[in-house]
C-alpha cells in the first residue's frame, strides 16, 4: 500500500497545483469577485413555482409579458437545479478522494486472494457425475460468464471515458470561466429603461443564479480533477478483478466443457461395447436379430463418431475466440494509438507487421461452407432419428411388428432377445438424438466464432490498408543505394 501512495504522490501534487492555479483565476473561485455580495436567498424553487403560477393567473398582463417572465422564471430554475447537482458532484468527488484508496487496496486484496483459489476445486462435478448435473453446472458458469464478459466491458469502457476526461475538464474549465466573465459584466449593465420591473428582476435573477450555477461546476470540476487519479486507480482495479473474475469463470467453463465431452464419450463407448457384444452373443441366431444386432452396432459407431469430434470443435471454437480478442484488441490499439501520436513514421513498419500476421480469411470461408454441409447433413441425420425414435415409442408394439419376420421358431426366449435388442435400439436412439442436438449446437456455435473473427479480421485489414496509404513502411533509399541500382532500373 506504501509503495502505491508514493507511485501516486506525483499526481497528487499535479492535481492540486492545479487546482490552486483554478482557484486564482479571475472569476474562477465561487463567489469571489463576484459582481454582487451574493446571490438572491431569497430565490428558491418554491419561491419560483409560486411566481409562475401567479404570473399565470395574471389578468393585468398581457400575453407576450406572461410569456416571458415564465421563461425567465424557468431558467431561473433551471440554473438552480445545474448549481445543485454540481454541488452534489462535487461532494460525491470529495467522497471518493476519501474512500477510493481504501477500496482499491480492498479489491487487490481480493484479486490477491481469488488467484490463490484452485479453480478445479469449486466445480462441484466430476466424471462420475451423471451427464444432466454436469450440464446443469456449465449452463449455471456460462451465465455467470456472460455477466462478467459485461463487467469486463464495461469497466474497460468506463476507464477508456475517465482516462480522456483531464483534458476535456480543463477544456472547460477555460470556457465556464470565460462564461463566468461575460454572465458578470451582464450583471454590471444597468437594467433596461422602461421595462416592467418583474422582468428586470427575472432578469437578474437569471444572471445571478448563473453566475452560482457556473461557480459551482468550476467546484466541480476542479474536484473531479483533484480526485482523478484515485477514481483511475479505482476503475483499473476493478477492471483488473473483473478481468480476473472473467478468467476464472472462462476456466471453469472451458472445465466443464471438457468433462461434458469425456462424459459424453464414455457413454458412447459404453453403448458401443454393449451393442458389440450383444452381436457376438446373437451370432448364429436367425437373421432378424442378427439384423438387428448389427444396426444397433452401427448406430453405436455413428455416436462415437460425433463424440470423438467434440474436442475438435471445442478447440477450434477457443482458437477462434482467441483470435476475435487479439484482433480485436489490437485493431483498438492501433486506432487508439493514431489518435493519441498521429501517423508517426515508426507507426507504419509496426501496422504493416500487424497486418501480415491477419488470418486469410478465405480459408475461413472455404471452412464455413465445408461447416455449412455438415450441418445439413447432421440436421438431415437428426430428423431420420426422430422419426425412427417416434416409430419405436412402443416397445411391445414393436416386438410384436418385428416377429412377422421371424424365420426360425417362435419361443418366449426368442421375443425376450427380440425385445432386449429393440429397447437398445431405442437407447441408443434417443442417445444419438441427444448427441445430435449437442453436435449441432457446437457446430453453430463454431460457426459463430469464425464469422466474428472474419469480421474482425476483415474491419481490421481494411482500417490497416486505409492507413498504411499514408504512413511509411520502410526506410527512404539513400543516394548511395541509387546509385547502386542496375543501369536498366535508372533508365
Not at 29 to 42: C, K, L, Q, R
Not at 117 to 137: F, G, H, M, T
Not at 268 to 296: T, W, Y
Not at 299 to 324: F, H, I, P, W, Y
Request: hydrophobic share 40%; with cysteine.
Amino acid at each position: 500500500m506504501v509503495s502505491r501512495q508514493k507511485q501516486l504522490f506525483p499526481w497528487l501534487v499535479l492535481a492540486v497545483s492545479f487546482c490552486l492555479l483554478a482557484a486564482t483565476w479571475p472569476l474562477a473561485a465561487a463567489d469571489e469577485g463576484a459582481p454582487f455580495a451574493s446571490p438572491t436567498s431569497a430565490v428558491t424553487p418554491d419561491v419560483l413555482n409560486a411566481k409562475i403560477k401567479e404570473v399565470e393567473s395574471a389578468a393585468a398582463l398581457n400575453e407576450e409579458t406572461k410569456a416571458r417572465l415564465v421563461g425567465l422564471y424557468r431558467k431561473v430554475l433551471s440554473n438552480l437545479e445545474a448549481a445543485a447537482a454540481n454541488s452534489a458532484r462535487t461532494a460525491a468527488f470529495e467522497q471518493a478522494t476519501r474512500t477510493a484508496p481504501a477500496q482499491t487496496d480492498l479489491i487487490q486484496e481480493e484479486i490477491e486472494t481469488a488467484g490463490r483459489i484452485d479453480r478445479k476445486a469449486s466445480l462441484n462435478v466430476e466424471l462420475e457425475s451423471s451427464l444432466e448435473q454436469i450440464e446443469r453446472q456449465l449452463k449455471k458458469e456460462q451465465a455467470e460468464l456472460a455477466e462478467a464478459d459485461a463487467r469486463r466491458a464495461d469497466f474497460s469502457r468506463r476507464l477508456a471515458d475517465e482516462q480522456a476526461r483531464p483534458a476535456l475538464i480543463r477544456q472547460r474549465l477555460v470556457e465556464v470561466a470565460q462564461q463566468q466573465q461575460e454572465t458578470a459584466a451582464a450583471v454590471q449593465a444597468p437594467p433596461e429603461a422602461g421595462a416592467n420591473p418583474a422582468l428586470n428582476e427575472a432578469g437578474r435573477w437569471v444572471l445571478e443564479t448563473r453566475y452560482t450555477a457556473l461557480s459551482a461546476e468550476i467546484r466541480m470540476l476542479d474536484q473531479e480533477l483533484l480526485s482523478h487519479p484515485l477514481r483511475v486507480e479505482l476503475l483499473q482495479a476493478e477492471q483488473d478483478k473483473a478481468a480476473g473474475d472473467f478468467e476464472s469463470i472462462g476456466a471453469r467453463v472451458q472445465q466443464l466443457n471438457d468433462l461434458v465431452n469425456r462424459k459424453r464419450q464414455l457413454e458412447a463407448e459404453r453403448a458401443k461395447l454393449a451393442a458389440e457384444e450383444a452381436r457376438r452373443e446373437i451370432e448364429g441366431l436367425d437373421p432378424l436379430l442378427v439384423r438387428l444386432a448389427e444396426q444397433n452396432a452401427e448406430l453405436s459407431d455413428e455416436l462415437q463418431v460425433m463424440t470423438s469430434r467434440l474436442n475438435t470443435l471445442d478447440q477450434e471454437q477457443s482458437q477462434a475466440e482467441g483470435l476475435v480478442q487479439r484482433f480485436d484488441a489490437d485493431f483498438k490499439d492501433a486506432r487508439a494509438t493514431l489518435e493519441t501520436v498521429g501517423r508517426s513514421e515508426v507507426l507504419g513498419p509496426l501496422l504493416l507487421k500487424q497486418r501480415e500476421s491477419l488470418p486469410d480469411t478465405q480459408d475461413y470461408a472455404r471452412r464455413a461452407q465445408a461447416r455449412a454441409q455438415e450441418i445439413a447433413k447432421a440436421g438431415g441425420r437428426r430428423l431420420l432419428h426422430r422419426e425412427e425414435a417416434r416409430r419405436i415409442v412402443d416397445v411391445e408394439q414393436t416386438v410384436t411388428e418385428l416377429e412377422t419376420e421371424v424365420v426360425s421358431e417362435k419361443s418366449p426366449q426368442l421375443r425376450d432377445t427380440l425385445r432386449e435388442l429393440v429397447e437398445q435400439r431405442k437407447t441408443l436412439v434417443q442417445k444419438v438424438l441427444d448427441e445430435d442436438e449437442f453436435y449441432l449446437r457446437q457446430l453453430r456455435e463454431l460457426d459463430t466464432a469464425e464469422r466474428e473473427l472474419v469480421d474482425v479480421v476483415g474491419d481490421y485489414d481494411e482500417f490497416l490498408n486505409e492507413q498504411l496509404w499514408w504512413l511509411r513502411v520502410a526506410a527512404p533509399v539513400s543516394l548511395s543505394e541509387l546509385g547502386n541500382l542496375p543501369d536498366e532500373a535508372k533508365q
